[in-house]
T-cell receptor, first 113, second 115 residues
Framework: EPEVTQTPSHQVTQMGQEVILRCVPI?????FYWYRQILGQKVEFLVS????????KSEIFDDQFSVERPDGSNFTLKIRSTKLEDSAMYFC???????????FGPGTRLTVT | AQKVTQAQTEISVVEKEDVTLDCVYE???????LFWYKQPPSGELVFLIR??????QNEISGRYSWNFQKSTSSFNFTITASQVVDSAVYFC????????????FGTGTRLTVIP
């Protein structure tokens, strides 16, 4: 069964460093998303991506964040200069079409020290 | 503005009991979708169900059933004959047609099934 994959599973970085979180969505899906979940809290939307551009972004997704689909399979989230409050689980998701169910990857736990 | 409320923070039941998880939503859109996701202790988010705003039929899938009532803006989830493997955090989520289909999640309900 196709699934969304994410690497790495855990990333530890120092404050101010850049990180890139990687995702491989399900191959025939067209919509891609990043969400984050601070420990013990709800899942929050960051950004959606369709047709090689950002469809929508939340207030959390400020200038420190960027997304890219560098090739036909990968979807990346870059945080330029990490802050302590960026520590969270980051989930990638993909959907076949808009309003369809989103399938989530296993997440990347980002720890900023 | 959209909002999803899961008033039950934590629920504990004894194995084989039935349990209902509540979800109340707010939206101005007439077309929207509602979802339930399960987050087991391992941390992944597992899709359970999607319902659109025009389909108020209740759905049953094995021990799981969902009750969608537009009149009360609720989309409740019932697990019948609960099992230890049902222990997880369950999230209700809303997607609006006018948005880019992103999901707005509730705060989740942690279900613990005691053997």
């Amino acid at each position: 069964e196709p699934e969304v994959t994410q690497t790495p599973s855990h990333q530890v970085t120092q404050m101010g460093q850049e990180v890139i979180l990687r995702c491989v969505p399900i191959s025939n899906h067209l919509y891609f998303y990043w969400y984050r979940q601070i420990l013990g809290q709800k899942v929050e939307f960051l950004v959606s991506f369709y047709n090689n551009e950002i469809s929508e972004k939340s207030e959390i997704f400020d200038d420190q964040f960027s997304v890219e689909r560098p090739d036909g399979s990968n979807f990346t989230l870059k945080i330029r200069s990490t802050k302590l409050e960026d520590s969270a689980m980051y989930f990638c998701a993909s959907a076949l079409a808009g309003m369809y169910e989103q399938y989530f990857g296993p997440g990347t736990r980002l720890t900023v020290t | 503005a959209q909002k999803v409320t899961q008033a039950q923070t934590e629920i504990s039941v004894v194995e084989k009991e039935d349990v209902t998880l509540d979800c109340v939503y707010e939206t101005r859109d007439t077309t929207y979708y509602l979802f339930w996701y399960k987050q087991p202790p391992s941390g992944e988010l597992v899709f359970l169900i999607r319902r659109n705003s025009f389909d108020e039929q209740n759905e049953i899938s094995g021990r799981y059933s969902w009750n969608f009532q537009k009149s009360t803006s609720s989309f409740n989830f019932t697990i019948t004959a609960s099992q230890v493997v049902d222990s997880a955090v369950y999230f209700c989520a809303l997607s609006e047609e006018t948005g880019a289909n992103n999901l707005f999640f509730g705060t989740g309900t942690r279900l613990t099934v005691i053997p």
